[in-house]
């Protein structure tokens, strides 16, 4: 039996850019996207703490260092620039093996989008 378990998972970090009038994803600053344990065109739930919505995109990478986390696209309309946002990734695998897998799971600081 396979079952779905969280692989990566980013805490808590803010929104800085809302692009609209872009295709599509989620860019993510690199550093946080190897923290992590993500990589570019993975499938990612993003969950907005301010107003609930959910939706699931891919992940673009963003500048090292930056901070940024910016939804792209029609995505753009469900968050605003400051909110707080809990991103997810998940990974199917073997029963047995699901129960000793560790998820990577960091805790930046909300405000600068920083490991601390």
Do not use: W
């Not at 809302?18 to 690199?30: H, K, P, R």
């Not at 699931?56 to 968050?79: D, F, H, M, Q, W």
């Amino acid at each position: 039996m396979f079952i779905e378990v969280v692989k990566s998972k980013i805490h808590q970090v803010s929104i800085t850019e809302a692009n609209l009038l872009y295709v599509g994803s989620i860019t993510i600053d690199e550093d946080l996207m190897d923290a992590a344990n993500l990589i570019a065109n993975e499938k990612v739930q993003v969950v907005n703490i301010n107003n609930g919505e959910r939706l699931e995109t891919y992940v673009i990478k963003g500048e090292r260092g930056s901070g940024k986390i910016c939804l792209n696209g029609p995505a753009a309309r469900k968050c605003a620039v400051g909110d707080v946002v809990i991103i997810m990734s998940y990974a199917t695998m073997d029963f047995e093996e699901a129960k000793q897998f560790k998820p990577s799971i960091i805790f930046p600081d909300t405000i600068t989008n920083k490991l601390v």
